[in-house]
């Protein structure tokens, strides 16, 4: 059993951690990435939002994802009986941001930022599952990998984003679980869906339907990314195998049926459970959690990247800081910390309500009345941990929102949908 120190080990290669192991490498720290796959990897999650260019930028690897991904203007909304809007990021936001996002593969995407992350100096350990041994004075790891060999790494500083794995979380018990929102997901990837036109081609839909929301993700290639996000319950009850249910769960929405008419499914389908949850603290003495380590809400508007980004460039300046014994480093991690509750309140808070009849209605019927609407679609567009001059139109667009939903009839609580039909 060999062994290695360095000043920060990452675990999870994700966008998290090779972000955060990007720019502490960087920064001149001797850094250890460690994944417990192989890069490239499947991975959901495909859907980048406008905030997100201005971190890539300064990453230095935009203009590459720019390359490999599908440029997004904006977002399309569709009711079940067919009403539509569409909403467009252009007017709302500033710099790289102003240029819309982009729809990405996520196994090229990732493999990106971790291959930047060693470019930058961080010292990789693929297929690799990590195991805290110690955190008392130094962090101490135990690596092992898919042969059985153990590798023993040690450090000053531990940032965790191994996602939902949660290695820290789980080990310092910190992890809440949120009661209020939980959901399920299943979904395939196809090619010879129906493509939006013009400058509409490359935007996300999202369609409600009686039991939850579908999105279809235009990626490179002509391939469409597809799936249904719905109550956990439905995917439980479900008879027959993953490929039918995903089928029949998509012809609930006359138009997705429409664009997937003559389309072809590469591969099977996926399925997962989405069970938001948050951590009781985001940092101690000698370690922090950033992205989906932290923290996981619904992915209904695209944020996890953006938050895994973001919250990996609020951890690796506060472990710099500490690295090189800065005064007042805890009030640095507190401010990170806060930041981050604080955009995910804010998204989670329309989360919650995207299947609400109310909420529904004012996305189908939007007026820039006090200029809500715009600090509305800056939030939609990732805009969520400055939001300079958004927050009083934010409260009143909450406010909006409770009157309406005062104005209408409520459906009743949606039961499982109808199960395809047994072969035979």
């Not at 130094?138 to 040690?154: C, I, P, S």
């Not at 002509?222 to 993953?242: D, I, N, Y």
């Not at 399925?271 to 959690?289: D, E, I, Q």
């Amino acid at each position: 059993m060999s062994g290695a120190a360095f000043d920060a080990v990452v675990v999870g290669g994700g966008p998290a951690g090779a972000t955060a192991a990007a720019l502490l490498a960087r920064a001149g720290h001797s850094v250890a990435l460690v994944e417990k796959a192989r890069h490239p990897r499947f991975h959901i999650g495909e859907s980048l939002l406008p905030a997100t260019m201005p971190l890539l930028e300064r990453l230095g690897v935009l203009e590459e994802v720019r390359a490999l991904g599908v440029r997004k203007r904006g977002a399309d909304f569709t009711a079940a009986d067919g009403r539509s809007q569409a909403i467009t990021f252009a007017h709302v936001m500033r710099g790289s941001a102003a240029e819309g996002a982009v729809q990405v593969e996520r196994a090229r995407f990732d493999d990106l930022l971790f291959r930047r992350a060693v470019g930058c100096g961080a010292v990789p350990f693929e297929g690799a599952t990590a195991r805290v041994e110690g955190l008392a004075g130094e962090v101490r790891l135990v690596l092992k990998g898919a042969d059985g060999g153990e590798v023993r790494l040690a450090a000053r500083e531990l940032i965790d984003a191994s996602g939902r794995d949660g290695l820290l979380a789980r080990h310092l018990d910190l992890r809440v679980a949120d009661p209020n929102h939980q959901s399920a997901a299943v979904f395939g990837h196809y090619r010879g869906a129906g493509f939006r036109e013009g400058e509409r081609e490359g935007n996300i839909s999202l369609y409600w339907f009686q039991h939850g929301w579908i999105w279809m993700i235009p990626l490179p290639d002509g391939v469409m990314s597809v799936g249904a996000v719905f109550p956990p319950a439905c995917l439980k009850r479900r008879e027959g195998p993953l490929d039918a249910f995903l089928e029949a769960t998509l012809r609930m929405a006359p138009e997705v049926a429409a664009r997937l008419e003559g389309a072809r499914r590469l591969g099977p389908a996926h399925a997962a459970s989405n069970y938001s949850y948050g951590a009781s603290r985001m940092y101690g003495a000698n370690w922090c959690l950033a992205g989906d380590a932290f923290a996981f809400v619904d992915p209904v508007f695209s944020s996890g990247v953006h938050f895994a980004l973001q919250s990996a460039f609020f951890a690796a300046d506060a472990v710099a800081a500490r690295l090189g014994g800065e005064r007042n480093v805890e009030r640095r991690f507190a401010d990170a910390e806060r930041r981050v509750r604080r955009g995910l309140a804010a998204m989670s808070w329309l989360i919650h309500r995207f299947n609400e009849p109310a909420m529904r209605h004012l996305f189908l019927n939007r007026r820039d009345v006090l200029g809500i609407e715009a600090a509305l679609l800056r939030l939609l567009a990732g805009d969520v941990f400055h939001r300079q001059g958004i927050d009083v139109r934010y409260a009143l667009f909450k406010g909006i929102y409770g009157l309406a939903r005062l104005g209408l009839r409520f459906d009743p609580a949606p039961e499982p949908p109808p199960q395809p039909a047994r072969a035979g």
